[in-house]
């Protein structure tokens, strides 16, 4: 089955600091990833939208300044939390949109996840 | 944002007994897909439908892409206590193929 990677699973830190959070296709190219957020007990809710060279696309109310996302490659998207808060604590699910490979076609397969909680 | 109308919320099921759950959108989509979720992990796919009126197997899983392309059920047969999590069903469509998510049916399954 396709594999995305999603690096660290978990991450602590300080209040203010910047966190970064790596998602890769490791099995197919991925022209597209999703970055997502989840609250306990709750659906995932779309974040932002990233193609591969060009600027993500934010959902409303994200503020792309906070939530700096690059897509450098087919298989690599980042998602950096800047000057974290404790209100920025979550969880944190990115996907990948299949291009080309082994696996079935323009289907999202999903790391998974990265449990950020900022003191 | 847009989600999907997924029901059950919940089911507390006996090991052997099979599940039914099901989606409904005021809006068509081009593929549904299956997802499940067990706690602090990302959604697995379980079964991707793409033309509408198909069913498609996956084990003792069987879901339907609804004819008028608004609706998408999951059934489990034959429940095993490994079935326990989160089960979303999603709908995909537009250019970027963006999902629009169900709310999740959480399985609980009695040994």
């Known amino acids: 089955g396709a594999v995305v990677s999603q690096h660290p699973s978990r991450v602590i830190c300080k209040s203010g600091t910047s ?47 906070k939530f700096l996302i690059n897509h450098a490659s087919l298989t690599l998207s980042t998602l950096t939390v800047t000057s974290a808060h404790p209100e920025d ?13 082994r696996v079935a076609k323009n289907i999202q397969y999903f790391g998974a996840g990265t449990r950020l909680s900022v003191l | ?58 084990g003792r899983l069987t879901a339907q892409f609804g004819i008028t392309r608004k609706d998408s059920f999951l059934n489990i047969s034959a429940s095993i206590p490994s079935d326990v999590g989160i089960y979303f069903c999603a709908g995909q469509g537009g250019s970027n193929y963006k999902l629009t998510f169900g709310k999740g049916t959480l399985l609980t399954v009695n040994p």
């Open chain 1, 19 to 65: 966190v970064k959070i790596e998602c890769r296709s490791l099995d197919f190219q991925a022209t597209t990833m999703f970055w997502y957020r989840q609250f306990p007990k709750q659906s995932l809710m779309l974040m932002a939208t990233s193609n591969e060279g060009s600027k993500a696309t934010y959902e409303q109310g994200v503020e792309k300044d």
């Open chain 2, 1 to 58: 944002g847009q989600q999907l109308n997924q029901s059950p919320q919940s089911m507390f099921i006996q090991e052997g007994e099979d599940v039914s759950m099901n989606c409904t959108s005021s809006s068509i989509f081009n593929t549904w897909l299956w997802y499940k979720q067990e706690p602090g992990e990302g959604p697995v796919l379980l079964i991707a439908l793409y033309k509408a009126g198909e069913l498609t197997s996956n």
């Open chain 1, 89 to 101: 604590s979550s969880f944190y699910i990115c996907s990948a949109r299949s291009h080309s490979g």
